[in-house]
């Protein structure tokens, strides 16, 4: 049977953060749009609908991985979470040692909450931390405090959860490198330490208070050299302290790389349900529609952007999304899945990104070099546009 991945879409949160360009929306904010009251109620009954209804898509699947995410999931009563899970696993067939993972905001759990999500089948938690530093929370927008982070952390421990991820974001307005350090040591620091630590740094997106701000001058966000460094400084630490770096921002313990990403960067089959969220199933990738109204009154009839790649555009995933893992891509599986040999395709690319110390060959598997991740986004770009 081929593999699946599941995503849930859960688009509430408690406000808005100041640098979010997610999908999601406070409920109050939801319910005066939609003229709703019980909102996340009328939500969770679409979603399990679509669950349902859209079932027998998975048909010739095992589905190894499932994440609920969003938003901020551990809003919803956990009843309905519950129910969401139990529709689940009615409706598909699942791997044995599914990863099911949820994501929580620190705030909007607490012990017995996450008690429940275990016996529900959770065996994953991904905790939205950001920063240690009350001040950086502050300024994100962020609803928790570092107090409130460490009794939800303690809580999932004592709850049972053995694999945690906490999400941190460096580069903030006015943020020093020693500020951005502060909060790896900090996370590491945690008894037990967390099996997964997730590292972006902040992107200023348009629609989104920072990025008002930011044209108007008003935020003062780290140089160039200073990001490097925290994006440097940050992998020695948390490598040096026993993390595997699996994909450029994100690390993991031996045996602890989240199955649901690297799915996603290897091109496995998923399929995404509630508003907004991305599916692909074969060579077909589509999504559903991002009007709450919409979903709520059909969420069977949301589907929007179907399109079938074609080999080109295949190919060109395969690459730019294996090389954003430490693992790279593999060659024989290149030539197993289109039957060419990677350099048949690529050779003029790969030959010049080597001379210049960008990609490296391990074994079979092509893959960035050290200074080839700082330049990321210049090295795929070239497989993208084939020059
Ligand atoms: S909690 Fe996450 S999804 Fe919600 S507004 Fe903040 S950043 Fe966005």
Redesign the pocket.
């Known amino acids: 049977m081929k593999e699946l991945e599941l995503y849930f879409h859960i688009p509430f ?1 408690v ?3 100041n ?2 360009d ?1 999908l ?1 929306f406070s409920p109050q904010t939801a319910a005066a749009l939609n003229g709703q009251e019980a909102v996340t109620d009328a939500y969770m009954d679409a979603l399990l609908l679509e669950t349902l209804g859209r079932a027998d898509e998975a048909g010739e699947y095992r589905v190894v991985s499932i994440f609920v995410g ?3 999931p551990s809003l919803i009563p956990t009843g309905r979470v519950e129910e969401l899970m139990e529709t689940i696993r009615r409706s598909f067939c699942l791997a044995p040692d599914v990863e099911c993972t949820i994501e929580v ?1 620190p705030g909007t759990v607490d012990e017995e909450k996450l008690r429940r999500y275990k016996r529900a089948g959770f065996n994953r938690l991904s905790i ?1 931390l950001q920063s240690a530093k009350e001040k950086e929370l502050k300024c994100l927008g ?1 609803i928790h405090t570092w107090p409130d982070f460490l009794k939800a952390y303690q809580a999932a421990r004592r709850a049972g959860f053995s694999n945690i991820n906490v999400d941190i974001i460096s580069a903030l307005p006015e943020q020093t490198l020693s500020e951005c350090l502060e909060t790896v040591q900090a996370v590491l620091a945690l008894v037990p330490p967390p099996e997964h630590i997730s590292a972006y740094s902040l992107i200023v997106e348009e629609g989104t208070p920072f990025y008002e701000r930011f044209e108007r001058g008003q935020l003062q966000l780290p140089d160039e050299d200073t990001e490097r460094s925290m994006y440097v400084e940050t992998g020695k630490i948390l490598k040096n302290a026993g993390y595997e770096q699996y994909e450029i921002s994100n690390y993991a313990r031996e045996g602890y790389a989240c199955r649901h990403n690297l799915g996603y960067w290897r091109r496995r089959d998923y399929l995404g349900f509630g508003i907004g969220s991305a599916s692909l199933m074969g060579n077909e990738r589509f999504s559903n529609a991002d009007s709450l109204r919409d979903y709520l009154n059909a969420p069977l009839d949301q589907r929007i952007g179907r399109t079938v790649l074609t080999e080109a555009q295949q190919m060109e995933e395969t690459m730019f999304l294996g090389l954003r893992t430490t693992r790279g891509v593999s060659g024989e599986e290149f030539v197993r899945t289109f039957n060419r040999t990677l350099e048949s395709v690529y050779g003029d690319v790969i030959r010049r990104n080597e001379r210049d110390g960008l990609l490296r060959w391990q074994g079979d598997c092509l893959s960035l070099t050290d200074r080839g991740m700082d330049l990321a986004n210049y090295v795929m770009a070239q497989f993208l546009t084939g020059t």
């Open positions: 949160c406000k808005k953060c640098y979010c997610f999601s969003g938003g901020t905001n939205g962020r």
